[in-house]
T-cell receptor, first 116, second 118 residues
Framework: KAGVTQTPRYLIKTRGQQVTLSCSPI?????VSWYQQTPGQGLQFLFE???????NKGNFPGRFSGRQFSNSRSEMNVSTLELGDSALYLC???????????????FGPGTRLTVL | AQTVTQSQPEMSVQEAETVTLSCTYD???????LFWYKQPPSRQMILVIR??????QNATENRFSVNFQKAAKSFSLKISDSQLGDTAMYFC???????????????FGTGTRLKVLA
């Protein structure tokens, strides 16, 4: 099976702009989670989607939003970019059927966002 | 709230030697799962090993094994016969299901940067 894919791999934006990141999960996986990774904060959970519904949300401002499509692909949007949004954004997918193996998350390569 | 602590920001080990990365966590839950992930310099996060809290037996995957001490809330990773390709950031993660919500929550430690020396 193909792994989790994320596009684009690199992005450079300026403050105030908005950005959309995309994630395609492993085939058959219905849960997609997003994380922000920074050197100082580690991995911070943004949100999780399952069957096009947001099931869980981390402590990020409303500028961060997401959605999931019927094919389980997910997008994350950040509006009004700030310098502090510069980070590696990771997407992870899982099958989610309530067990260790099905709830194990598999990660994509990430999108490196730089805000100038 | 659950927390995961990796107290060793950086470690190094000679090739072919054994190294142990520490991880402690705090939770009042009885049923949960623990993971070690590896993130090489290329950035793709890779699952190394996983453990169910209700299983006494320590998980093993080839050269990787864990020492799971539930009462002490400790979940260390041992890498035997270290190889240059083991150079990476290692993250410990805790996961539990959210009752009634049909979802789960992962909490990651801040990572340990391991360098394998030739």
């Amino acid at each position: 099976k193909a792994g989790v894919t994320q596009t684009p791999r690199y992005l450079i934006k300026t403050r105030g702009q908005q950005v959309t990141l995309s994630c395609s999960p492993i085939s058959g996986h219905r849960s997609v989670s997003w994380y922000q990774q920074t050197p100082g904060q580690g991995l911070q959970f943004l949100f999780e989607y399952f069957s096009e519904t947001q099931r869980n949300k981390g402590n990020f401002p409303g500028r961060f939003s997401g959605r999931q499509f019927s094919n389980s692909r997910s997008e994350m949007n950040v509006s009004t970019l700030e310098l502090g949004d510069s980070a590696l954004y990771l997407c992870a997918s899982s099958a989610t059927s309530g067990g260790l193996f099905t709830d194990t998350q598999y990660f994509g390569p990430g999108t490196r966002l730089t805000v100038l | 709230a659950q927390t995961v602590t990796q107290s060793q920001p950086e470690m190094s080990v000679q090739e072919a030697e054994t190294v142990t990365l520490s991880c402690t966590y705090d939770t009042s839950e009885n049923n949960y799962y623990l993971f070690w992930y590896k993130q090489p310099p290329s950035r793709q996060m890779i699952l190394v090993i996983r453990q169910e809290a209700y299983k006494q037996q320590n998980a093993t995957e080839n050269r990787f094994s864990v020492n799971f001490q539930k009462a002490a809330k400790s979940f260390s990773l041992k890498i035997s016969d270290s190889q240059l390709g083991d150079t990476a950031m290692y993250f410990c993660a805790f996961m539990k299901h959210s009752r009634g919500l049909g979802t789960y929550k992962y909490i990651f430690g801040t990572g340990t940067r391991l360098k394998v020396l030739a």
